[in-house]
Nanobody, 115 residues
Framework: QVHVVESGGGLVQAGGSLRLSCRFT????????MAWYRRTPGHDREMVAT???????NYEDAVKGRFTISRDNAERSVTLQMNSLKPEDTAVYTC?????????WGQGIQVTVSS
């Protein structure tokens, strides 16, 4: 069984920063890819950032230059540093880890950016 703990969301003013963290524990050895997704009401979930086991990063265009994803393989954790936040970044953010054909998801964490 795999457990996921997310932390770091909350309310911030536009231009501010937040750091999201996610850690997987339990019966999982490693992840090939780890990622952060987000969803806003009435929209599909979208990929925000991904990072491979080797550290290759990929970002949605809207967050390039503002967000940074990182991971700690030993800790089985993934982090999203979000800077220069905008009201349109308001969403529920969820972490993800892929191990083979299995995807593990966090429970989701609210990020609200006020204008």
């Amino acid at each position: 069984q795999v457990h996921v703990v997310e932390s770091g969301g909350g309310l911030v003013q536009a231009g501010g920063s937040l750091r999201l963290s996610c850690r997987f524990t339990g019966d999982i050895f490693s992840f090939e890819d780890m990622a952060w997704y987000r969803r806003t009401p009435g929209h599909d979930r979208e990929m925000v950032a991904t990072i491979s086991e080797g550290g290759r990063e990929n970002y949605e265009d809207a967050v390039k230059g503002r967000f940074t994803i990182s991971r700690d393989n030993a800790e089985r954790s993934v982090t999203l540093q979000m800077n220069s936040l905008k009201p349109e970044d308001t969403a529920v953010y969820t972490c993800n880890g892929r191990s083979g054909y299995i995807m593990f998801w966090g429970q989701g964490i609210q990020v609200t950016v006020s204008s």
